[in-house]
């Protein structure tokens, strides 16, 4: 098993990718690996929706106070199910350290934050938000691999090209796209992975992926871990039923030729 980081970028606010972000964290532990999700996106501070007990200090304090990484870690709750490990790096904090740890020299740390997190798990995964601020570019352009992910909508079709100009922009390059929320015929057809809706009665949480994979999502996030990491996972699921409509017509053009 080869060590990777990649950064999942939001093409567009509201584009999933936090709950992606630790959906793909769950089913890399379910399959016995450790895996970090390091929280980029400051200003919704969603990740630290899916922690419990006190958040302090947080991602934003180990980026303007140079701590390790270690005091930002928080255990996901469904660690305990999991044959490997998923550990949170959150942002929740005041808005004036909000603002601190967007400025270039916090964006610059972030970078060795990075750094220190691959050297300590298998796989580590920023929750980045659309490239318009340092702590983004950072996560681009620190990262092994940059994953953008899009609603699967009109929307996300032009939100995926202004988001590939941008990357491209700072002097990385997108090497993946995960169609989030995805129907059968959903317009985002150059995706190279697409995750239908999850369960919207699961805990917040509760990974749905994992430890007990619903049979119609687990499989799809397997596929979008393996597609943003460039990874192989030796999971299984159901042979049959795995989707509620045929699971061929989910697969983007460039997967089905």
Do not use: W, Y
């Not at 304090?61 to 990484?69: G, V, W, Y």
């Amino acid at each position: 098993m080869t060590r990777s980081t990649a950064a999942l970028v939001g093409a567009t606010g509201g584009a999933g990718t936090t709950r992606l972000a630790v959906e793909l964290g769950a089913t890399l532990a379910r399959d016995g690996r450790e895996v970090a999700v390091l929280d980029a996106d400051f200003a919704t501070e969603g990740l630290a929706r899916h922690c419990s007990g006190r958040i302090d200090p947080d991602v934003t304090s180990l980026l303007t106070e140079e701590r390790p990484l270690a005091d930002g870690l928080r255990e996901h709750p469904a660690t305990a199910d999991l044959a490997g490990r998923l550990e949170l790096c959150p942002a929740r904090g005041p808005f004036e350290r909000l603002a601190r740890a967007k400025t270039a020299e916090a964006a610059q740390r972030f970078g060795d934050l990075l750094g220190e997190a691959a050297s300590r798990f298998d796989h580590v995964l920023v929750d980045a938000p659309p490239v318009a601020a340092n702590q983004a570019v950072a996560a681009v352009t620190s990262a092994e691999r940059v994953a953008v992910v899009a609603p699967a909508s009109e929307r996300g079709v032009d939100a995926l090209q202004r988001t590939r100009g941008r990357v491209a922009d700072v002097g990385a390059r997108v090497d993946a796209v995960v169609a989030n929320r995805a129907t059968p015929d959903h317009p985002l057809r150059s995706a190279d992975a697409a995750v239908p809706r999850g369960d919207s009665s699961t805990v917040a949480d509760v990974p749905a992926s994992a430890p007990e994979p619903e049979a119609t999502f687990a499989p799809a996030v397997a596929h979008a871990a393996e597609v943003a990491l460039n990874a192989e996972l030796g999971l299984e699921f159901e042979e049959s039923g795995l989707f509620d409509f045929d699971a061929g017509e989910l697969l983007p053009d460039a997967l089905s030729e």
